[in-house]
């Protein structure tokens, strides 16, 4: 469409800084194992201090981050960084993406689209512990909107999934409630 460009995301993005904590330094951890793949976010990052650190502890993340993992890429564990992670570390299993005048809700959905899965799936290496490269990822080429329509599509989809997340709910509830009408039908033959 008109104003779209063909972008990458090496395009749209600034690298990542690593550190390594210091001994003493408190510091919220986020591991891949931290990310709820189903939400989408992360649910359980650690509180560890620089002494207990993990090697692999060295990405600072930011608020409209999106985190990639690049183990298994298939499984699409994948985050938008929030405010209460920013200046937090996460492992260095993940290809943090910073957009820089871009919507990162965009981004995030980009990454959680089929195409950019499939793209990422394709290339991994490694048969026991399948992982992607940072490469792989910064090289993936997508159709960039003007950031107007960034904005609308992010809010759109933001709309849609927050309906999807609220039909979920109430599926779920569905066995709770046959069982109570079962049990009410019976104790009323």
Do not use: H, M
């Amino acid at each position: 469409p008109d104003g779209w460009a063909d972008s990458s995301i090496a395009d749209i993005s600034i690298k990542c800084i690593q550190r390594k904590p210091d001994v003493v330094e408190e510091f919220v951890y986020v591991d891949i194992g931290s990310i709820d793949r189903e939400r989408k976010s992360i649910a359980n990052p650690q509180s560890l201090i620089g002494s207990d650190a993990p090697s692999r502890a060295r990405k600072v993340i930011n608020k409209g981050d999106v985190v990639v993992s690049l183990t298994r890429p298939n499984l699409n564990a994948v985050a938008l960084v929030s405010e209460e992670l920013d200046g937090q570390i996460a492992s260095t299993g993940f290809e943090v993406i910073k957009p820089v005048t871009v919507d990162s809700r965009y981004i995030f959905a980009l990454t959680r689209s089929k195409e950019f899965i499939d793209s990422i799936s394709g290339v991994v290496q490694g048969a026991l512990y399948p992982a992607a490269k940072s490469a792989d990822v910064q090289k993936y080429r997508f159709p960039l909107p003007p950031l107007a329509e960034q904005k609308v599509i992010a809010d759109k989809l933001d709309q849609l999934l927050a309906q999807v997340e609220s039909t979920k709910a109430r599926f779920d509830r569905i066995p709770d409630i046959l069982k109570r009408f079962r049990q009410s039908v019976l104790a009323a033959a």
